[in-house]
Nanobody, 113 residues
Framework: VQLVESGGGLVQPGDSLRLSCVASGFTFSSYTMRWYRQAPGKERELVAGISSVGGIKNYADSVKGRFTISRVNAKNTVYLQMNSLKSEDTADYYC???????WGQGTQVTVSS
């Protein structure tokens, strides 16, 4: 089982980024997927989740209206579109497949002017 995130980087406040997570080693289309983040000195927090076929999505209050989670099961990929980024969005972002207890290595997002 493997999850590989990409798409992080250094951006300015108000910019956008799209994170990707490619899964392998399990039946991706059968499982809920989640994005978490962990800022320096803080606990890991759930950012967004999406059901197996994408019909149900949920978001942390702090990102509602700015972030969008999506998936393409044919590509074994889950995305996190992040718009109107703020400095408080700075964190390492992790992809998670809770049913198979899988985590990616993380991708760093830094929002700074």
């Amino acid at each position: 089982v493997q999850l590989v995130e990409s798409g992080g980087g250094l951006v300015q406040p108000g910019d956008s980024l799209r994170l990707s997570c490619v899964a392998s080693g399990f039946t991706f289309s059968s499982y809920t997927m989640r994005w978490y983040r962990q800022a320096p000195g803080k606990e890991r927090e759930l950012v967004a989740g999406i059901s197996s076929v994408g019909g149900i999505k949920n978001y942390a209050d702090s990102v509602k209206g700015r972030f969008t989670i999506s998936r393409v099961n044919a590509k074994n990929t889950v995305y996190l579109q992040m718009n109107s980024l703020k400095s408080e969005d700075t964190a390492d972002y992790y992809c998670n497949a809770p049913a198979v207890a899988a985590w990616g290595q993380g991708t760093q997002v830094t929002v700074s002017s």
